[in-house]
């Protein structure tokens, strides 16, 4: 038995594409199809902010906002619902009041789809989601190397006497084993730092940075290579913080930092990163409240869309990677 053709995105030569209601990118959900390569994820949950809450109502905003993806990815030459079957598994039933039982949660939903062969694209939710699911992808895979865009380091400790919030779910990730501390990179990094020691606690718990000023003074293709040489040949998961972005780009997020990415040159250096084998993303803190045009919502419904056509290339990405080397 061959396999069998994927179920992609809903006929809109119907019903129109902002008619209906709206799973991930118009696709078919999880209970409509045997099985799927890739399932997206809702993960409502922002009890772990500390600045501007409201990112438990980033799931759905980031599927209204996605409507207009495409079947065909021109500049990558990949069908991202096409290769693979790719499903909207809907939200995790995740409440607000206790922080335990929602990471629990939500590592449990994550691992019931890991444990199929299926690969998580989460849309979260603050920061704190991706401890759970960086722990379901490291039950499966082994140690991540892990690709991190945000302001923010997100290594720190404690606050409010909380081990377990939006600002510490790598320095968790790292002291758990879950994350290789050789091959750890963030990407965009410039806000808020009280002292110069939790620079050198970031180190520690195994990233180098590439900060947003870097975007100011170096090619894409310099920082790709960099990226690329640092993530290594293994595992990997990508995690992105929309506040990555400028606030001009993506002003509905919980804790905006100026002086960030644009979106074009988020989505360069994604499609640099070709060939990679991620095993595992999310998309978070996505705060619809203080979105403006819904410039926010679509910056990360495309963004996902292109962490779905990475994984769609698999290691077919590695011939567009030697072909771009020989020019
Ligand atoms: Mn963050």
Known sequence: MGTPTPIGQRDDSEMPRYGGIATYALLPRLEDVTRADVAVLGV??????????????????????????????????????????????????????????????IERAARSLVEQGTRVVALGGDHTVALPLMRAAAAAHGPLAVLHFDAHLDTWDTCHGASVWHGSPFRRAAEEGIIDLNHCQHVGTRGGVYDATELVDDRKAGFERIDAQDFQDRSIGDVVAQIRRRLGAGPVYVSVDIDVLDPAHAPATGTPEVGGLTTRELLATLRGLAGLDIVGCDIVEVAPAYDHADVTGLAAAHTAWELISLIALGEDGSAIKAKAAER
């Open 44 to 105: 409502p949950f922002d009890s772990g902010t500390s600045f501007r809450p409201g990112a438990r109502f980033g799931p759905a905003h980031i599927r209204e906002n996605s409507r207009q993806l495409h079947p065909y990815h021109q500049f990558l030459d990949v069908y991202p619902f096409g290769r693979q079957q790719v499903a909207d598994a809907g939200d995790v039933a995740v409440g607000p009041y206790d922080m335990e039982r929602a990471v629990a949660a």
